[in-house]
């Protein structure tokens, strides 16, 4: 059964850092999202995507973030410089008709 | 501010035993979702309502959508051990395209051998 899947599975850096999330969707999904989990949070919406361009994005989805499909297959979430706060498990998922699959997730540890 | 209240946060049961998990909220949902997420995973899907009133079953679990698209409810009958885990539901926002999904805070359940 086609999966989302997500690299790395867990991602250390020192604050002010640059880091990448990747995901990979399942293919012929055409809306993609990013949502994060605080360590005991519920899970929050960050940004949604469609057609190559942003569709919505929350109040955490500051300048620091940003979000590319740069190759017709990886989504990419971006953290330009990154805070303490930021430390959370990232989640991609994508939507078939009314259903949103999610990814295993990458937890971010910001030192 | 969409809000979704789940209720109750915290179940411990013992095998056998039937329970319910309510979802609840003020804001009119386009469809609602229900999520098992394990420690350290992802939310993975369980089943998706649409229409208001509706009621599907997978196994021992039943979900309803409420009559007005704002609440909904997971009863599990017979609960088994492996039933373990934490219980998200999860409304779609339809404030473009395409919807978000706005999750509750989850109920933790625990099934008791």
């Known amino acids: 059964e086609p999966e989302v899947t997500q690299t790395p599975s867990h991602q250390v850096t020192q604050m002010g850092q640059e880091v990448i999330l990747r995901c990979v969707p399942i293919s012929n999904h055409l809306y993609f999202y990013w949502y994060r989990q605080i360590l005991g949070q519920k899970v929050e919406f960050l940004v949604s995507?469609?057609?190559?361009?942003?569709?919505?994005k929350s109040e955490i989805f500051d300048d620091q973030f940003s979000v590319e499909r740069p190759d017709g297959s990886n989504f990419t979430l971006k953290i330009r410089s990154t805070k303490l706060e930021d430390s959370a498990m990232y989640f991609c998922?994508?939507?078939?008709?009314?259903?949103?699959?999610f990814g295993p997730g990458t937890r971010l540890t910001v030192l | 501010t969409q809000l979704l209240e789940q209720s109750p946060q915290f179940l411990s049961i013992q095998e056998g035993e039937n329970l319910t998990v309510y979802c609840n909220s003020s804001?009119?949902?386009?469809?609602l979702q229900w999520y098992r997420q394990e420690p350290g995973e992802g939310p993975v899907l369980l089943v998706t309502?649409?229409?208001?009133?509706e009621v599907k079953k997978l196994k021992r679990l039943t979900f309803q959508f409420g009559d007005a698209r704002k609440d909904s409810s997971l009863h599990i009958t017979a609960a088994q051990p492996g039933d373990t885990g934490l219980y998200l539901c999860?409304?779609?926002?339809?404030?473009?395209?395409?919807?978000?999904?706005?999750f509750g805070t989850g109920t933790r359940l625990q099934v008791f051998p």
């Open positions: 995507f469609y057609n190559n361009e942003i569709s919505e």
């Open positions: 804001s009119v949902f386009s469809s």
């Open positions: 999860a409304g779609a926002i339809r404030s473009g395209t395409p919807d978000k999904l706005i």
């Open positions: 998922a994508t939507r078939d008709y009314n259903e949103q699959f």
């Open positions: 309502v649409v229409t208001g009133g």
